[in-house]
């Protein structure tokens, strides 16, 4: 079964330029995540769909950030414009249906943002 | 916001030891789940564990669902080389929108 796909796997910006990341989740999972991952720190939950529906996104910076799945399948993240702080590695998870409790997420590789 | 205290950092042991890391919140979780990260890689799940006072074992991992629902523990019998990441636990909010809140991470160092 194929995993979690990313891409880029790296990216390098400079700083008030914009970046796109894509996320192609695992075949038939209808809950999809962004992570950001800022270097030494765990994951924070930037959004999560519930196939093509927002399901949390209060973790988003919504006025430089922003996040679609149009089609409930694939997905891609924005940063539009970047900060310096914005470097780390965004990180996507997909998970069957998170609604069922026990639900496990799925982590893909990342895309490592370096903001200059 | 909620946050999970783990600990140590950071661990340097020699390959066949034992390792046990923890984390601690001030807030009820619900689930407490522990992660492995590679270098390069997103996390892998290894453990879960959905009821206070669970214990479970994946191979040479054990971990723990604190009694209070605010702990957990994970241990990690004869280090092998292959054991060497970043450890991280995560619980998982209760009520509403339930979503993965994450610790720090414990770096493990395994010298063969």
């Known amino acids: 079964e194929a995993g979690v796909a990313q891409s880029p796997r790296y990216k390098i910006i400079e700083k008030r330029q914009s970046v796109a990341f894509w996320c192609n989740p695992i075949s038939g999972h209808a809950t999809l995540y962004w992570y950001q991952q800022i270097l030494g720190q765990g994951p924070k939950l930037l959004i999560q769909f519930q196939n093509n529906g927002v399901v949390d996104d209060s973790q988003l910076p919504k006025d430089r950030f922003s996040a679609e799945r149009l089609k409930g399948v694939d997905s891609t993240l924005k940063i539009q414009p970047a900060k310096l702080e914005d470097s780390a590695v965004y990180l996507c998870a997909s998970s069957l249906n998170w609604a069922s409790g026990t639900d496990t997420q799925y982590f893909g590789p990342g895309t490592r943002l370096t903001v200059l | 916001g909620q946050q999970l205290n783990q600990s140590p950092q950071s661990m340097f042991i020699q390959e066949g030891e034992d390792v046990s890391m923890n984390c601690t919140s001030s807030?009820?979780?619900?689930?407490w789940l522990w992660y492995k990260q590679d270098p390069g890689e997103g996390p892998v799940l290894l453990i879960a564990l959905y009821k206070a006072g669970e214990l479970t074992s994946n191979g040479r991992l054990t971990a723990q669902f604190g009694i209070t629902r605010k702990d957990s523990f994970l241990n990690i019998s004869a280090s092998i080389p292959s054991d060497v990441g970043i450890y991280f636990c995560a619980g998982v909010t209760q009520g509403g929108s339930e979503k993965l809140v994450f610790g720090k991470g414990t770096k493990l160092t395994v010298n063969p």
């Open positions: 807030s009820i979780f619900n689930t």
